[in-house]
């Protein structure tokens, strides 16, 4: 067998089909939590994958119809539409949680693309836009979640940050700057609360097929072509990553199986920053 093809096998190995990405009996069997960015990619795989685990969603997004789509797939789910930049959407969710029981999941996924262009050339209104949901929008959670959780028994926070959270960016660097700030903003809660009982990881994706990664390509106008073939060849595993494969981090970090793991900052890229 040539090395190319031995390659070829393992690659087929190393992806992690649908059928056997969900889920672990009943692991969050009777456990309440809030899943933002539900309605789409990751944050939809996310909540069906916890939701088939057992757990009691509160469901938010700004795209109501995606979230109905979602909790269709997450039996007893709430759903509540509204803007994570906005802190009365973010405490009528948190609310919402309430009439569910006590409060020990969060995931933060709702996140935007935002200007792909150089720092330079980025309007004002443009980064103001994307700190308000990528980075307001995680510590909103945050500060309405991590209180009930304290009061209750503790819980397990994953933020959706980036491998562009890690390294710099030269496509999408505002991006970059505010997935830095995700990072830090959880390991400052890992460092500030385990005390009480939290623990807090962040899932630092590469580029994974949600609509998100299209949007980044698209972005390229006439070199959108170019864009995906540029990325696919820069990652060691010469493809993107699938939302099961980013579900299973969340779900082991937010699990019991990870109870000593506080603060990190995960890759789920491939290699691509190895
Ligand atoms: N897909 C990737 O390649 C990739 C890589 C690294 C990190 N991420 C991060 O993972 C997270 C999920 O991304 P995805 O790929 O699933 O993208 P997606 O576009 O498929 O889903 C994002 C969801 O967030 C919601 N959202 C956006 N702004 C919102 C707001 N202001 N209020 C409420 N909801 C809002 C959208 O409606 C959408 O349902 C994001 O934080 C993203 O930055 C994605």
Request: contains cysteine.
């Amino acid at each position: 067998m040539s090395s190319c093809n031995g390659a070829a096998s393992t690659r087929k190995r190393q992806r992690l089909s649908e059928d056997e990405a969900v889920t672990d009996g009943a692991q969050f069997a009777g456990r309440v939590g809030l899943v933002t960015g539900a309605a789409s990619g990751l944050g939809r795989s996310v909540a069906t994958g916890l939701a088939a685990s057992g757990a009691r969603l509160v469901l938010m997004d700004r795209d109501a119809d995606g979230l109905k789509d979602t909790a269709m797939h997450c039996p007893g789910a709430m759903v509540v539409a509204g803007d994570v930049s906005r802190g009365a959407d973010m405490e009528r969710a948190a609310d919402a949680l309430d009439a569910l029981g006590p409060v020990s999941l969060l995931v933060t996924a709702a996140g935007i693309l935002g200007p792909t262009v150089p720092l330079a050339d980025v309007t004002e209104e443009a980064w103001d836009r994307l700190f308000a949901v990528n980075v307001k929008g995680t510590w909103l959670a945050l500060k309405h979640v991590l209180p009930r959780m304290i009061a209750g028994s503790g819980g397990a926070v994953v933020t959706l940050a980036s491998g562009a959270g890690l390294a710099g960016n030269a496509t999408f660097p505002a991006y970059s700057a505010s997935k830095g700030a995700v990072v830090l903003m959880t390991r400052s809660v890992a460092a500030s609360h385990t005390a009480q009982g939290i623990r807090a990881n962040c899932v630092c994706p590469g580029p994974i097929e949600t609509p998100m990664l299209r949007e980044t390509f698209a972005s390229a106008g006439d070199c959108a072509a170019d864009r995906e073939v540029f990325f696919r060849a820069r990652n060691p595993m010469g493809r993107f990553g699938t939302p099961e494969e980013v579900r299973a981090a969340v779900l082991f970090l937010l699990g019991d199986a990870a109870s000593y793991i506080n603060g990190v900052a995960l890759p789920v890229d491939g290699g691509r920053l190895a």
